[in-house]
């Protein structure tokens, strides 16, 4: 009788156990990166690698920006994120954009909704290749740049720096900004093209302004040529980004 029990009580414990590993599989669901990407992981590995996170203009896709890869620091992970709004084949944009009248007409809850999405790229992404949270940046063109400075502003705890390519200040991201004691750790490369035939350089150089006077610590620079990004730019770049991935 008593190895009966024994029996029965050991039967139970593994039903048990069988029933909870059920349970918990039904119940987990794997952690969900938002947006579309392609990635170049780090050739020199380290354990927690810096990481670089690209974001592209309207109109364009992960592609686009995906060549500068190979520039960027061999100890990086290096992401080229695609944005959610489809535009056409091969198409997107971060948030609609209305050029009609010849003024930028824009969604600012659309807007608000990327930076969020971005917000939460990241913290999926650097979670997924075990980053420095210290050694984040992103790596914005144009409406990229423009979204780069509406996330480093309003979460300056989540970059180190940014760097922000013939962009522009929202004026949402003139009112959404972060802890100033954050921001003062916040670095941010600005650069633009006096040449810029879509955002004037002047677009650059009044949100240098701003970070600057929110405590950025902000490296401006301006080259001859139109909206594009030029060999010098991204020397320039990447000696900044060298430093700072110390």
């Not at 939460?120 to 409406?143: C, E, H, M, N, T």
Request: aromatic content about 10%.
């Amino acid at each position: 009788m008593n190895k009966y029990r024994l029996f029965l009580r050991k039967s139970f414990g593994y039903f048990l156990v069988t029933v909870l590993v059920i349970a918990g599989s039904a119940f987990f669901v794997p952690e969900k990166i938002p947006l579309v990407y392609k990635v170049r992981e780090a050739s020199i590995k380290t354990a927690h690698p810096g990481l670089v996170i690209m974001l592209h203009g309207l109109g364009s896709n992960e592609d686009d920006m995906f060549g500068l890869a190979a520039h960027l620091p061999k100890e990086m992970v290096v992401i080229s994120a695609r944005a959610p709004i489809v535009l056409a084949n091969r198409s997107f944009a971060w948030y609609k954009v209305d050029r009609s009248n010849g003024k930028f007409i824009y969604d600012a809850a659309e807007a608000e909704r990327a930076r969020v999405v971005i917000s939460q790229f990241i913290d999926a992404v650097s979670k997924k290749y075990r980053a420095d949270p210290k050694r984040i940046f992103l790596l914005g063109f144009s409406q990229g740049a423009i979204m780069s400075y509406s996330v480093a502003l309003a979460e300056p705890e989540k970059v180190k720096g940014i760097m922000a390519l013939s962009g522009r200040l929202m004026a949402e991201s003139r009112l959404k900004t972060g802890s100033p004691d954050k921001l003062k750790q916040l670095h941010a490369f600005i650069a633009h093209g006096t040449d810029d035939e879509i955002l004037p350089v002047t677009d650059s150089r009044e949100a240098a302004a701003f970070c600057k006077m929110q405590g950025v610590q902000v490296l401006m620079k301006e080259y001859s040529m139109k909206h594009q990004i030029n060999e010098q730019e991204m020397a320039d770049l990447l000696r900044w980004l060298t430093e700072l991935n110390k």
